[in-house]
């Protein structure tokens, strides 16, 4: 699995576990619990990135809080009273 194949998995993984983690308020905790998903899955799979946790941490928060965003702006926008 290359580079690019492995960033597609984890962009999936991302998209899953903020669906799963949705809930009212606590968006520090639930990008935790979303990066943790990520983490442990390349672990459950002995997957290894040719870059460090720390770097692979920040992608992962731009990946959820730009899908975050657009999320809120499209299929959890609310209606205007």
Known sequence: MNLFETFHIIGRIVSLGVFLVERPKDG????????QMVFDFLN???IRLPIPDIVLSYVLDFMIDNLVDF?????WKKKAA
């Open 44 to 46: 459950d799979f002995n």
């Open 28 to 35: 520090a905790k639930k990008k935790e619990e979303v990066k």
């Open 71 to 75: 999320l809120n702006e499209t299929l």
